[in-house]
């Protein structure tokens, strides 16, 4: 079975800091994993995806993630936060990429301070 | 180019009435299909997935059901909704790599 957890349910930063989310996975066979943005009251939005292809992935808005098999981590990072960086993000994993879907961890929320 | 249709996107609902979600695709055939379910502070739990007509899945016994009329719909009922059935439900396509989601559901019942 797969799983996912997030490390924190809320990280707070300051306008132009590091932003570092934690992603553990979970999962007998290997991983596509993925991380979701959510704005309020709105659908979630791919940020990037890891499929067994390069170890880091870049994204949009200046994301990226790092696959680590040995950790069964994948950390999404960013170098400078910004105000619009505010939002809710969710770490996903997929073993069969097919009719089981995704299992979500329980989404970060980040806040950027001024 | 793929696209998937939620509505409404707002609804409140009384205790005990019947609600009806409806979510399809464009741009693609013989999707599976996914209800997810986020509550406060408990990230997005699946609730039913459909790999093709008539053909549903339940991942978590509840208050609700789903229904796979045609190829491209999936619809979410319940026939009397309770308080803990609020929250903010959100459709999906999902397909190896890709997922697609609507823009969701925030269903408020008082």
């Known amino acids: 079975a797969q799983s996912v957890t997030q490390l924190g349910s809320h990280v707070s930063v300051s306008e132009g800091a590091l932003v570092l989310l934690r992603c553990n996975y979970s999962s007998s066979v290997p991983p596509y994993l993925f991380w979701y943005v959510q704005y309020p009251n709105q659908g979630l939005q791919l940020l990037l995806k890891y499929t067994s292809a390069a170890t880091l992935v870049k994204g949009i808005n200046g994301f990226e993630a790092e696959f680590k098999k040995s950790e069964t981590s994948f950390h999404l990072t960013k170098p400078s936060a910004h105000m619009s960086d505010a939002a809710e993000y969710f770490c996903a994993v997929s073993e069969s990429g097919g009719a089981d879907g995704l299992t979500f961890g329980k989404g970060t929320h980040l806040i950027i301070q001024p | 180019s793929q696209t998937i249709h939620q509505w409404p996107a707002t609804l409140v609902q009384p205790v005990g009435s019947p609600l009806s979600l409806e979510c399809t695709v464009e741009?693609?055939?013989?999707?599976?299909l996914y209800w997810y379910r986020q509550a406060a502070g408990r990230g997005l739990q699946l609730l039913f997935y459909s790999v093709g007509i008539g053909q549903i899945s339940s991942e978590v016994p509840q208050n609700l059901s789903a229904s796979r009329p045609q190829d491209r719909q999936f619809i979410l009922s319940s026939k009397k909704l309770l308080l803990s059935d609020s929250g903010f439900y959100l459709c999906?396509?999902?397909?190896?790599?890709?997922?697609?989601f609507g823009q969701g559901t925030r269903l408020t019942v008082v």
């Open positions: 741009g693609t055939s013989n999707p599976n």
């Open positions: 999906a396509w999902i397909r190896y790599t890709e997922a697609f």
